[in-house]
């Protein structure tokens, strides 16, 4: 099955800075690539996705990069804000029916 | 659209015992799936449906049971607690017949302790 690794586990950088969290996958037929972002006691939220067709996507100051022959993506935070703390998760899906595979999750934190 | 439902926000059992947590979703979605969230573990998928008759299992699927009469309902049942089943369970749906449709939608979750 698919496994994804997420790095780093914890990533603090100052306010206005930006901050970049890297995830690996590991089969080649996993099309499916969305970010979450949980806060403490809530639900997870799509914050951005990108599927296997398409090399970059941006959202304002969020932006996500895949590539598929290294198979690795990255999610982009730009000018960071004190709202941006949270936990992140990278996940990835296949073609078939089995779901999303999450990686383990980065606490980012923003210093003032 | 109240979207994706659970019920309860927590429960505390025995082990031994067994329950059932509700998920209910009001958007039509095909698609339903099951997470376990553990510290440190990010989200794990325990079971999934791509409709209503239809499920299976998923990465950490024992201990737990599924059915799927319903397209709104997909409640998941734990046979006989165990500690190792202390968790915060989510309840998602996506309107892809086979998950890759787009956004899954989380529900609230379900803090479980099992003592």
């Known amino acids: 099955g698919e496994n994804v690794e997420q790095h780093p586990s914890t990533l603090s950088v100052q306010e206005g800075d930006s901050a970049v969290i890297k995830c690996t996958y590991s089969?080649?037929?996993?099309?499916?690539f969305p970010w979450y972002k949980q806060e403490l006691g809530k639900r997870p939220q799509l914050i951005i996705d990108?599927?296997?067709?398409?090399g970059e996507k941006k959202d304002q100051r969020i932006a996500v990069t895949l590539n598929k022959t290294a198979k690795h993506f990255s999610l982009h935070i730009t000018e960071t804000q004190p709202e941006d703390s949270a936990v992140y998760f990278c996940a990835a899906q296949g073609g078939g029916a089995d779901g999303l595979t999450f990686g383990k999750g980065t606490h980012l934190i923003i210093q003032p | 659209n109240a979207g994706v439902t659970q019920t309860p926000k927590f429960q505390v059992l025995k082990t031994g015992q067994s329950m059932t947590l509700q998920c209910a979703q009001d958007?039509?979605?095909?698609?339903m799936s099951w997470y376990r969230q553990d510290p440190g573990m990010g989200l794990r998928l325990i079971h999934y449906?791509?409709?209503?008759?239809?499920?299976d299992q998923g990465e950490v699927p024992n201990g737990y049971n599924v059915s799927r009469s319903t397209t709104e309902d997909f409640p998941l049942r734990l046979l006989s607690a165990a500690p190792s089943q202390t968790s915060v369970y989510f309840c998602?749906?996506?309107?892809?017949?086979f998950g890759g449709g787009g956004e899954q939608f989380f529900g609230p979750g379900t803090r479980l302790t099992v003592l």
């Open positions: 958007m039509n979605h095909e698609y």
């Open positions: 089969d080649s037929a996993s099309n499916y």
């Open positions: 449906s791509v409709g209503a008759g239809i499920t």
């Open positions: 998602a749906s996506s309107y892809g017949q």
């Open positions: 990108i599927r296997s067709n398409v």
